[in-house]
Each structure stands twice: as structure tokens, then as C-alpha cells.
């Protein structure tokens, strides 16, 4: 936190390590650092708070797949990205095999660039 000093008031840093540690009514903290299972079980509260920049790390993660803690996760990570005013998506991963992988990302930045459904 002694870093980040300058930019964020003291209490400005949430880190939300389980479900216990949601954001409590009212709270604005400048920067909250949330994993994506942490966002799917608490987006209701994390989505009620206004944003004006999401970004998501590891972002490789919001894709298409079959499994559904992994869609719920994905859907609350684009659910976040699409109420903000600026969204930036980082990964250090390449993309993978399919192009498809890449269709929630690219739509969760510009709606509708590669069609309406994927």
C-alpha cells in the first residue's frame, strides 16, 4: 500500500479476499483488487458500487466455456467491464487455439464488432 500513497488515501485499497470481505454499503474505495471467483460470488455488491475503470487481469480467463463457475465468472467479469466507462483487458498468455477464445473479450470492449452472439 505504501506505493500506491500517493494516488489513494489511506483506506483507499481493498483487497477481497472471500466472501467475507465485500465491500460494505456505501464504501467507495478508490481500488479494489478482487479475484474473478471472488467477483462471481460477490458481483451483486461489486456491481452495485459505480466504477470508472475495470481492469481485468489474466483476462485469457473471460472466454467461452463449458463449465458453469466458469461462465458465471465470465459473465460477471463482462457484466463489470460494460457498466464502466474505460475497461482495460491485460494478458501476458497468446491466445489460444481457437478464435472463438477471444469473442467475449473483443465484445466486451466494442459490443457487436464480431456480431451479435458468438
Known amino acids: 500500500e ?3 500513497a500517493p ?3 489511506p483506506g483507499g485499497l481493498r483487497v ?3 466472501s467475507a470481505d465485500k465491500l460494505p454499503r456505501g464504501a467507495s474505495p478508490k481500488v479494489v483488487v478482487v479475484s474473478y471467483n471472488m467477483l462471481r460470488v460477490l458481483r451483486d ?3 452495485s458500487a459505480t466504477w470508472g475503470c475495470v481492469v481485468l487481469d ?3 480467463s473471460v472466454r467461452a466455456t463449458q463449465s458453469s463457475n466458469e461462465v458465471a465468472q465470465t459473465l460477471a467479469a463482462l ?4 457498466q464502466t466507462r474505460h475497461c482495460i483487458m491485460l494478458s501476458g498468455t497468446p491466445s489460444l487455439c481457437a478464435p472463438l ?3 467475449h473479450q473483443a465484445n ?3 459490443p457487436g464488432l464480431l456480431g451479435p452472439d458468438k
Open 2 to 4: 505504501k506505493w500506491l
Open 101 to 103: 477464445e477471444l469473442f
Open 7 to 9: 494516488v489513494c488515501p
Open 108 to 110: 466486451a470492449l466494442v
Open 16 to 18: 477481497i479476499f472471500g
Open 58 to 60: 489474466e483476462s485469457h
Open 79 to 82: 457484466a463489470a467491464a460494460r
Open 45 to 47: 455488491d461489486l456491481l
